[in-house]
Nanobody, 125 residues
Framework: VQLQASGGGLVQTGGSLRLSCAAS????????VGWFRQAPGKEREAVAC????????YYPDFVKGRFTIASDKAKNAVYLQMNNLRPEDTAVYYC???????????????????WGQGTQVTVSY
């Protein structure tokens, strides 16, 4: 499966963006899908993951209450709604999945083996 993230852009502090992840194959038959980000000079980190069989989500504390991951089986897509954005959210955002990770928690605490091209999110002061 090939993944492609889109929807990034420039937004002011406090603004919102909705990222989309499209897949060439059926992504939602994977156990879990997720969103990760990488800021310049920093390691890639997970921001949201979803278990596709029971819709259980996992978010790290620094995005809880601000980010929401969702899927649309009919469109074979995964979304990341980001609200109340902060300058520290500036990064390239990637969608990812891994057949070997069976839950949202596991995926978010792994290094997934399948990545899409990222989309840049820039939050200005």
């Amino acid at each position: 499966v090939q993944l492609q993230a889109s929807g990034g852009g420039l937004v002011q502090t406090g603004g919102s963006l909705r990222l989309s992840c499209a897949a060439s194959g059926f992504i939602l038959n994977r156990p879990a899908v997720g969103w990760f980000r990488q800021a310049p000079g920093k390691e890639r980190e997970a921001v949201a993951c979803l278990s596709t069989n029971n819709d259980i989500t996992y978010y790290p504390d620094f995005v809880k209450g601000r980010f929401t991951i969702a899927s649309d089986k009919a469109k074979n897509a995964v979304y990341l709604q980001m609200n109340n954005l902060r300058p520290e959210d500036t990064a390239v955002y990637y969608c990812a999945t891994d057949l070997g990770q069976s839950s949202s928690y596991a995926l978010c605490h792994s290094r997934p083996d399948t990545w899409g091209q990222g989309t840049q999110v820039t939050v200005s002061y």
